[in-house]
């Protein structure tokens, strides 16, 4: 029978995948029409240009449009493409697609895109989050993607090179097409997961009657990666524990994956040891079973590690990933506000994300002098985290030879120095003590907190040397302050304290 007009009486009109719209009645092609090879536009689109970058496909036309008389008499039909070199990958196929229906794949020689399409077998609702689950059209597209080699050669489109901003316009002959995602089986498109297997096509049906040249716009389906990446404590003393804690959400579409890489590694610097036993990883907040839901490879002596999710296409799309672990930080090469740093990269199926995080974990030096300013080893100090700042696990030091005394893993906050030892030959009753203030991992401000003004107050800049003084007698002593105050003080009690000798001994030498 010749189709002059292409599924009369349509009940009604089906979206394919964004693209061409079919009724459902019976048809068959019966090849006396002539295939329209006019060219349309069809145009993908996407909520973030990542989405489209370096991204391209392979098309397969699977469906020619038929044209049947000219001029205003002109009616359409659809046959399978004269590209297609093998029948079965569309036959297996369309048995997919209607399994668990009454519906059955005819054998008797017709054409089964003709059939396919007239039956309705292809219609699908096309749900919002763009994954279609168990739609016949998926099932459809799922099996063919896998019997490219029947379809014939396929056309390569640049999405990349067509993009402008979230949109891409390629231009190809009118038809129905299986898109196919170049990077599909190896996934090494930036910062975008590859796109599930599309089914589009270009015209639209009106009145009950196909306009084949209309043009096609359907949405991507794959999605940008990200992850995110924090830590408890944006500043910490050595010997502090500190969580990070990694996120990112399962993605879309693992579901058409026969396998889907998913993993995070992690890469720790010196100044912290991560504690694996501590790592937990939840999906929509509830925990994940180690070695069987997740696993963990690398981390041996402060190397990178890797968690991989193995359960990944099991997991609901959009729920919420967390990573969690806690690491302690160490001394080891602290040096200012980048001691501790650690960076996460995230491959979704070969799309690559990065976040990292900056622990300030800093030190500072002073010098030890005598009163003319020569330097002094052996004086020992101990010091002690104030108003909350958190006291480092090396908490001691003693002066060298050259008099410099250095306390390190410091996290910003201020701090109380005291001195427990002097040098030999040196008052043992007159030790210094101060406060420091530690800001991005710099000291600067000095306060001193003992009575005798050995330990000087300023506020200090780059490359400041600050000194603290001993002293062999109170005579070495500053004589300005408080400390002048407390030395005259003891002066005033010694003298009296002689006046009330000699009195004592006037009077017993009267008696």
Known sequence: MKMRKLFAGIAAAATLLGGMALGATSAQADGSGTVV????????????????????????????YVQYGTGS?????????????????????????????????????????????????????????????????????ESLKTTTDKLGTAEEVDLGAAANGTSATVTLPTGLYLFVDADYSVGTN?????????????????????????EATVTIKNQTTTVSKTVSAATASAGQTVTYTITSKVPQNTQYYSDYAYTYT??????QTVNLNSLKVKVANAELKKDTDYTVTGGANGQPFTVAIRSIQTQRAGAEIAVTYNATVTSEEAAGSKAVTNTVVLSDNGAEATDSTTITNGQFSFTKTDAQGNALAGAKFEIEGQNGASTPSTATATSESNGTVTFKGLADGTYKVTETEVPAGFQPNLKAAFTVTITNGKAVKYTGADIWGLAPSTEVSDNYTYKVKNVKNVTQLPLTGAAGTTLFT??????????????????????
């Open 73 to 141: 008499n002109a009616t359409y039909g659809v046959q399978t493409a004269g590209t297609v070199t093998d029948n079965s990958g569309i036959k297996a196929a369309l048995e997919a697609a209607v399994a668990g229906t009454n519906k059955t794949v005819p054998t008797d020689g017709g054409d089964l895109m003709a059939w396919a399409l007239a039956e309705g077998v292809l219609s699908v609702d096309n749900s919002a989050d763009g994954a279609w689950n168990n739609s016949a059209s998926r099932k459809f597209v």
């Open 266 to 271: 992690d890469t720790p610097s010196a100044g």
């Open 37 to 64: 090879k006019s060219d349309v536009n069809f145009t993908f689109t996407a909520q973030d240009a990542k989405q489209l970058t370096n991204r391209k496909l392979d098309a397969y036309k699977i469906a020619d």
């Open 190 to 214: 930036g910062a975008a997961t590859p796109s599930i297997a599309i089914l589009v096509g270009s015209g639209n049906v009106k009145d009950g009657v196909l306009n084949p040249l209309t």
């Open 490 to 511: 003891v002066v005033a009690l010694l003298v009296a304290g002689a006046g009330v000798t000699v009195a004592l001994k006037s009077r017993q030498r009267v008696r």
